[in-house]
């Protein structure tokens, strides 16, 4: 149901899963590419968060970014750009058995709405009072 509520959202990308191995479908990981969609995923997980969904950040932070590995290896992060990225992208939603398909749509619309309003969320998440968030109508 994720798969297909989300399927046209940009910069968005639900991870499949591998369809030769066994799985137990305890995570459903999300990727989000900033750029194409217009909010990052600590922006999303913000919004979530906002209306009571339980979403949260995945493989956050590297194991690199710990100790001991932190302190052993401080330039760690420099080697390992493709984890970096992964740090700062993907984040799980909300699944198990007491979720039903109605929340699975409500979470979805959530992600709907806010990408569909990037521009108006930005400065919120950025914490800009909302008095300097003109609306469309107010710029023209």
């Known amino acids: 149901q994720y798969q297909r509520e989300l399927s046209d959202l940009p910069g968005v990308r639900l991870l499949p899963f591998n369809p030769g191995e066994e799985n137990n479908w305890q995570y459903v990981v999300l990727e989000v590419d900033a750029a194409q969609a217009g909010l990052t995923r600590d922006d999303l997980v913000r919004v979530l968060h906002a209306e009571r969904v ?25 080697s390992l750009p493709e984890t970096e990225r992964l ?31 990037a521009a108006e969320l930005r400065p919120i998440l950025a914490g800009e009072p909302q008095w300097l968030i003109m609306k469309d109508e107010e710029k023209r």
Not at 68 to 78: E, F, H, K, T
Not at 88 to 108: E, F, K, R, W, Y
């Open 54 to 78: 339980r979403a949260r950040r995945y493989f956050f932070p590297g194991c690199h970014r710990v100790p001991p590995y932190r302190d052993l290896y401080p330039d760690a992060g420099a």
């Open 87 to 117: 740090t700062n992208s993907v984040m799980c939603l909300p699944t198990g058995s007491t979720l039903q398909s109605a929340d699975i749509i409500g979470i979805c619309t959530v992600l709907r709405l806010a990408l569909d309003r």
